[in-house]
Structure formats: structure tokens, C-alpha cells
């Protein structure tokens, strides 16, 4: 039988990215944990849509060669390459539509602003208008400062409101409720295998069960014949689950570019789409260089194309595993994607343009704000 410690330390490896991401920041705001809700369920969309990529793929492929088994680079490139434009077309839809609901909040938000500061001045000017004697007058002007100040904090209210809305916090969520279903579908059937079955026996002799292998004891495979199947699945789930955060970071990066620049694109001539294009190729150059990416268009889309080339690398560099021993090269290829794009990703929030402007500057304002209003209580 597989131990317990075992299982729960393999447990703690596969999804300790994503629980940690869960428990220290996101379960805080309940906006961030509606969206790793949906971002999960953007993975499932996307894994269902792979599925049947690769059932059609197989189909065409038996009906051509009339046999039932495809070529191990065939299955590979047939497995990983569908998988890999459905991950990114999900994602991209996903952020696309979080931008307009992003839109609907901003505007319902800024409309409660305006009917609140609104309402806060036409009171002011009632009890200013009402006065008739200076104690009147005295007492209109407290109203009028009551007003202000009631608006201030509905001003304040909405910008704390807006201020959770930001790109950062929302894009790690989504990547986190992104890797968590990503995580399971990569290591819950293992692990539900392993830790399902007991050891059987009858009359104190062994007969049968315990764990995947129906024999009992721990699984090992020949792709990793030094660690359990467990710990090697492990690895895998964590890296992966590391990537698919800093790759919805990226992809929220990009989409956001973009969508700032498609006004000015639009009415861009052909000359300028060519140099577009060029630019973007450069821009992709500068970031599979690891030299960061511009806050430009060009930037975002080779953000996104960056993003669909790890993410077809990760999965290629896991074919050794269908060899002898194989995990000896696949792991540290892996971990080698890991920190190629973490070192991407530090040069990304390095140069401070992960924010859009907006958003920066809001936030900025909110800070001195703030430290206003603490030295404004400091002085009274």
C-alpha cells in the first residue's frame, strides 16, 4: 500500500502554488475568488474543446491508415499542438470578456459617483440657500461641509472599489483558479488511484488491491524508475502550475495592449500595418531574448505569442518520459521553462509597465490620498 505520508507530502508538491496563491490573497476579496471560479471553468472549456481536437485528429488518422495506433511524434504533436491553441484561444477569450465586464463596473461606478456627488451638492446648496441669520449661515456651512465630506467618501468608497480591479491582482487570481483545474486534471487521476485502494487480505494472506499497480505497494514506471509515479507527477503539476499563473499574467499583459491600441490600429493604412507587424516581430525577438517587453501593442502581441511558444515548449520537452528513465532529461527541461519565463516575467514588472497608465495613476492617487489623510488626522 502507497503510505500516507506519501500522498499527503506528494499533495502538498502538486498544488501548493495554487493553495498558497488561494489562501494568502485571493479568498480575501470576493471579487478576485469569482474570477478564479471562472478562469477554471475557462480550463475546462478548453480542455474539452482539446479533447475533441484530438478525437477528430485520431479519426482521420485511423480512417488514412487503417490502423489503430498513430506514430509516438504523431500522438505527440497531436495531443500537445491542438491542446496548446485551445489553452491560448480560452485565455484569450477569458480576458477579452473580464475587460467588458470590466467596462459595465467602471461605468456603473462612475454613474454612482456622479448621483452621489450630485445629490451631496444639491443638499449643500438647499441648506446654503435656507440660511437667513448668521447662526443659520453657520450651521448652512457645517451642512455644506457635511455634503463635501460625504461625497469625498463616496469618492473615496468607488476608488477603493476600482482599486481591486486592477490588472495585477485579477490576472493572478485567473491564473491561480486556471492552474488549480489544470493541476487536477493533470494529477487527480494518479493520485485518486494511488490512495483509493487498500492492500486485501484473506486470513492474513495477501490477495490483491492497493494502489494503480492492483498488487499493491507504490507505483514506479519505467520513465522514472529512481522516484515514485507520484513524486514525478507531482513535479509536474507544480511547475506546470507555476507556469499557467505567470502565463495568465502575460496573456492579461498582452490583451491589454492590444485592447488599448485597437482605436489607433484601425485607422492605421497598410504601411503602417506592415510596420506593425515588423514591430511585433521585434518586440517578440526583445522578449524570447528576455529582455522584457514595450508597453505598446507590439509589446502585447508578442506577449501573447511568447505565452503560446513556452506553452508548446513545456509540453514538448515532456517526450522523453515515453523512454526508459526518461524524467532525467523531461524534469529539468521543465524547470528550465520555469525560470525562462519567471526571468521574463521579473523584466515585465521590473520596468513597472504592467499596469496600464490608468491605472497606475489611480492607484498613485489613492496613496496620496491616503497620506493625506493621515497627516490631515496627524495636524487635528
Not at 492492500?199 to 499493491?216: F, L
Request: with cysteine; proline share 2%.
Amino acid at each position: 500500500m502507497t503510505s500516507p505520508s506519501l500522498i499527503f507530502g506528494s499533495i502538498l508538491l502538486a498544488f501548493s502554488p495554487s493553495f498558497s496563491l488561494l489562501l494568502l490573497l485571493i479568498f480575501q476579496k470576493p471579487q478576485l475568488v469569482i474570477l478564479a471560479v471562472c478562469s477554471a471553468f475557462a480550463y475546462l472549456i478548453s480542455a474539452l474543446l482539446s479533447s475533441v481536437f484530438w478525437l477528430i485528429i485520431s479519426s482521420i488518422d485511423n480512417a488514412i491508415n487503417n490502423s489503430d495506433s498513430m506514430s509516438s511524434i504523431g500522438t505527440l504533436l497531436g495531443i500537445a499542438i491542438p491542446s496548446v491553441l485551445c489553452q491560448m484561444i480560452i485565455r484569450c477569450v477569458f480576458i477579452s470578456g473580464y475587460f467588458k465586464v470590466e467596462n459595465v463596473i467602471r461605468k456603473s461606478v462612475t454613474k454612482h459617483e456622479e448621483e452621489t456627488l450630485a445629490a451631496a451638492t444639491s443638499n449643500g446648496a438647499s441648506s446654503n440657500s435656507s440660511t437667513t441669520n448668521e447662526s443659520s449661515v453657520r450651521n448652512g456651512s457645517v451642512n455644506g461641509n457635511t455634503a463635501n465630506n460625504s461625497g469625498d467618501d463616496a469618492h473615496a468608497e468607488t476608488n477603493a472599489l476600482q482599486l481591486q480591479l486592477n490588472d495585477l491582482s485579477c490576472s493572478l487570481a485567473s491564473g491561480c483558479g486556471y492552474a488549480l483545474l489544470h493541476s487536477l486534471f493533470l494529477y487527480g487521476t494518479l493520485l485518486a488511484s494511488e490512495s483509493g485502494e487498500a492492500n486485501s487480505y484473506n486470513d492474513g494472506v495477501y490477495a490483491g488491491g492497493g494502489g494503480s499497480t492492483g498488487h499493491g505497494g507504490t507505483l514506479y514506471q519505467d520513465s522514472c524508475s529512481g522516484i515514485p509515479s507520484l513524486i514525478n507527477g507531482a513535479i509536474i503539476a507544480c511547475l506546470f502550475s507555476i507556469l499557467d499563473v505567470m502565463w495568465m499574467m502575460l496573456c492579461f499583459f498582452g490583451m491589454r495592449r492590444r485592447s488599448m491600441m485597437s482605436s489607433s490600429s484601425l485607422s492605421n493604412n497598410n504601411n503602417m500595418s506592415a510596420r506593425a507587424e515588423g514591430s511585433i516581430f521585434q518586440a517578440l525577438i526583445s522578449g524570447l531574448t528576455c529582455q522584457g517587453f514595450n508597453d505598446t501593442s507590439s509589446g502585447g502581441s508578442a506577449a501573447i505569442l511568447f505565452v503560446g511558444i513556452t506553452h508548446l515548449l513545456a509540453s514538448l520537452v515532456l517526450a522523453p518520459n515515453g523512454s526508459e528513465n526518461g524524467c532525467k532529461i523531461s524534469l529539468p527541461c521543465l524547470g528550465g521553462v520555469v525560470v525562462y519565463v519567471g526571468i521574463l516575467f521579473r523584466r515585465v514588472t521590473k520596468k513597472g509597465n504592467f499596469l496600464p497608465e490608468d491605472q497606475r495613476r489611480r492607484i498613485q492617487g489613492m496613496q496620496l490620498g491616503l497620506r493625506n489623510v493621515d497627516q490631515s488626522h496627524h495636524v487635528e
